[in-house]
């Protein structure tokens, strides 16, 4: 990576130091921004159309207008990577709402610009016969707000879920609900969470409690092609001692074996076949579509 760092930033390639945003941007004041993040392998993106329907989905939920950079996104990235001397890296683009007078609702004749930037941050070069991370976690209470299914900034409660977990000395945080049928598992502080719980592979649905990873989607797609029955409803809390497996998924995890949670170990406390058996068949995915 080159010395001094080089940022995308409304239309120019600039240092980060050279990067700044108005006092007044609405996504510094009320978190009015979402972002989106990608991963490149030997300068290949992985799954870019999904990832740019997500962003324009997000943008849409927390009121931002659609930004010309999404028609070029794969392009600006892989000029970013250039001039970063990267290959592999994730990619981060953010757009705020732009900068306007304080207030918490724009005024009627205000139309700010929106600000874009992106960031580019290395990553190992894909070793496919690596095996899955394994973390210990905790469970806490999900504090975020309703739309989850928008990737918005607004990340202070998984933050500060987060920075509770690792200061207990866990990787991360299991994050539960309140539902009709109780507490409920709804994903994790860093990825998103499934369960190989009697006899299928489990995750919480798709809906505006989580955000519908694209990892997720691919694995559950990976595991139909197993054979692996697939059921998308929220686990309960109380079941997590049943789960013989729990594994998280995400554009940076990949697939994580969760072989702990809340000082109990999941199944023998140790990686398990379905997690190794989906993580491979990701890898292998990723090599294929991102195959020059």
């Not at 700044?20 to 159309?49: C, H, I, K, N």
């Not at 609702?105 to 992106?118: E, G, H, I, K, Q």
């Not at 299914?149 to 609900?177: C, H, Q, Y």
């Amino acid at each position: 990576m080159s010395a001094a760092p080089i940022v995308y930033h409304n239309g120019k390639f600039v240092t980060q130091a050279e990067a700044t945003l108005p006092l007044e941007d609405r996504g510094v004041l009320f978190g009015q921004s979402a972002y989106e993040v990608v991963r490149f392998y030997d300068g290949q993106a992985f799954a870019l159309t999904e990832h740019l329907e997500r962003f324009e989905h997000s943008l849409s939920v927390v009121g931002i207008p659609r930004v010309n950079e999404l028609d070029e996104l794969g392009a600006l990235s892989t000029q970013l990577l250039e001039r970063n001397q990267l290959a592999n890296a994730t990619v981060y683009w953010h757009v705020t709402r732009g900068a306007a007078p304080r207030s918490l609702a724009l005024a009627a004749a205000a139309s700010p610009t929106p600000n874009v930037f992106a960031m580019a941050y290395p990553q190992p070069k894909l070793d496919p016969m690596v095996s899955p991370a394994s973390m210990r976690m905790m469970t806490i209470e999900d504090l975020r707000w309703g739309r989850c299914d928008a990737k918005s900034t607004m990340l202070l409660p998984a933050v500060l879920a987060r920075e509770e977990a690792e200061a207990n000395g866990f990787a991360g945080a299991i994050l539960w609900r309140h539902d009709k049928a109780g507490r409920v598992v709804t994903e994790s502080t860093q990825a998103n969470v499934l369960f190989w719980l009697d006899d299928a592979l489990r995750s919480h649905p798709r809906n505006e409690h989580i955000l519908a990873g694209v990892s997720l989607t691919l694995l559950l797609e990976l595991a139909k092609r197993r054979g692996l029955p697939v059921v998308e409803q929220a686990v309960a809390v109380s079941d997590l001692p049943r789960a013989a497996e729990i594994m998280l998924s995400g554009t940076s995890t990949h697939v994580a074996a969760v072989v702990e949670v809340d000082g109990r170990a999941v199944g023998n406390g140790t990686v398990g076949p379905i997690t190794e058996a989906l993580h491979a068949d990701l890898l292998g995915e990723i090599r294929r579509r991102c195959a020059h």
